[in-house]
């Protein structure tokens, strides 16, 4: 029997769906003309002869599944078994974060380059209350995005991109990568209760539906940041990942499955580096870049050599450092026109087109690992923070330096975190100095895992193994434990203390975000609000005109008894009504531009 289901709160859900998006859905779409089409992914990546490893077309993805644990580890492991995995994601492939990205001469003007058209859409569902009586309904339909309203450039009523495109959206290139991380991750960890096909080694995710749904809280841990390519990639990956079961679970109980989100406002969110709320960060940078290494590559005759070749070759300006690497691989990655001068990519890195994004890498990478890292460490700790506290109270033992409150949180078995290129490279150059290459930069929809594996029997060798858990660490298919100082050559399992022990120090709530006595500047100018330069007015400028995009609320508490079944527990009350300010939503929310991919300035 089932209860009846009651409503205590008023739900906004914004859920990307999914069915609609079906490839199938294309040739079965409503008659209404301006209804979106969705392409085939066949016929994507055409025009050029090579794509860099960061535009992850389906033949990268194919590359990147999660290895098979090794059979005969030297040194010798005994049985183990896999108690958690955190999985860190970039979004997939996306438009320009902003109109403010400095590209070649004529990138804007230009038909092809500089309009942008999204049929790409999200879906929004809404709660319903029916007058007094305390009922709740599901939604009884769903509201699509359109972001059409300002398509008049004759007048300048138009998006930033010219289009119906939001800055940073995801693009459909980039939702067939979630949906293939969504089978990697299927394939490597999933199993169902009672079969014994699936490598007992790996077995995490039990899809059988007997005794829970896999995405109950307890089990899946989802959080993003507060962008919509971020939030859709990780909702279509999710898709991916428990496809089946979602749609058994609807037929059975004529209910949507409901997934929570864990966010936070975007301005002041921790899942890349954010030096307005974190001042120190930006004097770090600006030490940084005097250092004598810094200068050293800036000076050098091969970046000299890059810069002239850009001003004079493409007529770019300095304002467009950084934003190089962004033009390039927005344009090649759609198959979008490069200018003749760059149209040179063959797979190597001795052509234009991959000189001038090795640059472009550098002026960021160099930052982030100065001073062994110092930055990575310092901006990414709270987000180390709510990885570890998802791993630590499962890690029992001496070197689990951390607090009482911290070991009482149940810790769900899977995590997944989604987030950008300027998440992954810090959190993985935190590691160690190994662990991140100057001129490399992260894929569109990279998927960086960390597992955890406790070792149950006392076969592993005991001058390695001194506790009974070790991690593997995972990017893009490549098992990277062994770049991990104290790590075993050669070794897919590292013993958890070493993991630990770098990431323990740095791993916190509480950064030192403080601004020691700083010479050149005075300390006040810490937040965006006070940024003096003349680049900081047009961001100003930018924001009063851009963005009054509505935030919307992501997550949603739904209280749906039915589930209680599946689980065994009761879910989570949560009382509080979301309301919505109508009044309030335009005007302080910052621009995409100012949460780029890449570094400010
Ligand atoms: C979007 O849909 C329209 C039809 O409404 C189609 O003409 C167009 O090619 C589609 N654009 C993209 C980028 O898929
Ligand atoms: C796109 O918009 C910019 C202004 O935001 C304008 O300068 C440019 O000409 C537009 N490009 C096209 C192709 O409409
Ligand atoms: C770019 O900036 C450098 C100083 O950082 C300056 O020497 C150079 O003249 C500038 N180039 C252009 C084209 O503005
Ligand atoms: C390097 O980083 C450490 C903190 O990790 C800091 O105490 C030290 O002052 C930094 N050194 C320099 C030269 O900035
Ligand atoms: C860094 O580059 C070297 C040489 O190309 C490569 O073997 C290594 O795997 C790279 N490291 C990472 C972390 O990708």
Redesign the pocket.
Known sequence: MLPPRLVRSLIFLEVITIFALDTSAASTGSSL???????SINGFYQRYSQYPEYCSTPQHMENRRIPPLQNNPSPEIGDTRLIHVTAVIRHGARTPWSADMYCWDGYWEDQETGVW???LTTFMAQSMMTGGNQEMHQPTCLFEKRYDALLFPQDQLTNELNGTCQMGQLL?QGYEQQLQNGKILREAYGYHKGEFSHDERMRLIDLSLQDYVPWHQDHLHFRADDDQRTVMSGQVLLRSLFQVELVQVYQTTNQYPVIPLHIADRDRDILDANDRACPRLKQIQDQATQSQEYQDFDNSPTSQEVRRYMFDRLKMSNQSRNSILDCLMCTICTDRPLPEAINDYDGSNDNWFARLAEYDIQTYTKLMKYNDSEYAKLALGPLWYEIMRNINPLVVGPSNGHDEEQVKIKAPKFALFSGHDTTIMPLLASLGTRLWNDTDWVPYATLMTIEIHELIDRQSDAKVYTSNFAFRLLYNGKVLTSLVEGCPENADLCDIVHFQSKVNPIATRNTDCSVPDDPTKGSASAGFWSLESSEGMALLATLVIGSCLCGSLLTLLMLNKRFSRYSGRSKVDNNSAWTIDDDDDCGLELPEGDFQDEPAK
């Open positions: 003309p301006e209804d979106p089409v969705y392409p058209d999204c049929n459909y």
